[in-house]
Structures are given as structure tokens and as C-alpha cells.
């Protein structure tokens, strides 16, 4: 029996289990769920690796599940993920996260990025650029919205944020007047960092 329990597996063991019950039903669908989930975070490609993975992390994962008969092969992992609907997880999921988009107080650090090799010279194609959100204490990514260009981060935080009651950070190139009005306008704090791009703040600090 598991010493613990998170609020994530509790939610998760509400999706009904589409197996036949049985002697062969060895696994709770809810230990098969979390060892996938954390596979892929892992960066497991495909159920063999995934297997020999939560393997090698066994009494890691036994803190929190049950797994009574082990590690589940990558036979069962395939059988059970083939008849698990995505939307079926989503419902569960979805508010789960939602819950943990942030609390009165909490960081939230805002970044954009270019994406590499996503230029293309002969169609004129500027690169990819990107906004993440990012909330400091539950280390969770709560967004990420695509721009047109690094410095166009305004356009993309009101989509991806909830900035009541936090504190959100981003580099110099987000310092500027109308990034800090939109920060103070939803109810939120900023630190904002400075450099020389911003020569008479910059001089004055």
C-alpha cells in the first residue's frame, strides 16, 4: 500500500476503467496513468522505455501508488492507452491544472523566445517567436502563445495569464511602460528588469 497520496492521483482515480474485471486485471488503471504521464515528462518515446524507466524509479513511484504486481509491461501500457480516450483525461486534467495556475502572491515569469531553425530565407519567413508563463512556486507552465515578434509580449500576456494578486517578472526587453500598465490593470505586481536598452531608466538607477 502507497505511504501517500497526491491530489492529482486521487482525481485520476475517478476515471472509470474500461477492463473487463478479472483475474487478469492486474494493474489499477491509475498507477498505468501516472507512470505514463511521468514517462513522457521523462522523455520516454514509446511504451518500452517507458517501462524500463519507471523500473528503474520503482521505489520512487511506490511512495504514491500501490503497484501490487510491479511495473506494468509495455504490452499492458499500449493495451490500456489504445482504449483511453483523451477526453476522458481532460476532464479530469484540465481543472486539476486550473487549480494550479497561480495563488494570491505567486511569481510568475514571463519570457519570449525565438524558435531556432524556424526561419525560411526563400519564402521570407521570419522565425517563430513565442511568450511562456511560467508560475515560480508550483512549476508549472501556465502558457505559451505565439507572437510576432520577441519584443510583442503585450499582446500575448493577457491570453496567457490570470495576474490578480501576483507578481510577474520578465527580461528588459519587457520593460516598457505598456507591459507594467497591463500588469498593474489585471490586479498584478511586476518586477521588470532594466539594462542600457533603456539608456535615462537605466542611467537613473
Not at 36 to 45: N, Q, S
Not at 145 to 165: C, F, G, H, W, Y
Not at 177 to 187: D, L, P, S
Amino acid at each position: 500500500m502507497a505511504a501517500m497520496t497526491c491530489a492529482l492521483v486521487e482525481r485520476l482515480e475517478t476515471i472509470p476503467d474500461p477492463r473487463r474485471k478479472g483475474e487478469n486485471l492486474k494493474h489499477r488503471l491509475v498507477d498505468l496513468i501516472v507512470l505514463g504521464f511521468w514517462g513522457v515528462l521523462a522523455g520516454c518515446d514509446d511504451f518500452v522505455e517507458m517501462a524500463e524507466w519507471a523500473k528503474v524509479n520503482e521505489t520512487f513511484f511506490r511512495s504514491f501508488l500501490e503497484l501490487a504486481q510491479g511495473i506494468p509491461s509495455p504490452d499492458t501500457f499500449t493495451r490500456v492507452f489504445a482504449r483511453r480516450k483523451p477526453a476522458t483525461l481532460q476532464t479530469v486534467l484540465l481543472p486539476w491544472l486550473l487549480e494550479r495556475r497561480g495563488l494570491p502572491g505567486d511569481w510568475i515569469h514571463l519570457d519570449g523566445k525565438a524558435r531556432r531553425h524556424t526561419r525560411r530565407t526563400a519564402p521570407k519567413l521570419q522565425a517563430l517567436h513565442g511568450v511562456s508563463a511560467w508560475a515560480g512556486q508550483t512549476g508549472i507552465t501556465l502558457g505559451q502563445v505565439a507572437v510576432d515578434a520577441k519584443s510583442n509580449e503585450i499582446t500575448a500576456m493577457p491570453q496567457v495569464l490570470d495576474l490578480r494578486e501576483k507578481i510577474v517578472t520578465t527580461d528588459a526587453m519587457g520593460c516598457q511602460k505598456a507591459i507594467a500598465e497591463t500588469i498593474v490593470e489585471g490586479g498584478g505586481e511586476y518586477s521588470l528588469a532594466v539594462k542600457d536598452t533603456q539608456p535615462p531608466l537605466h542611467a537613473e538607477l
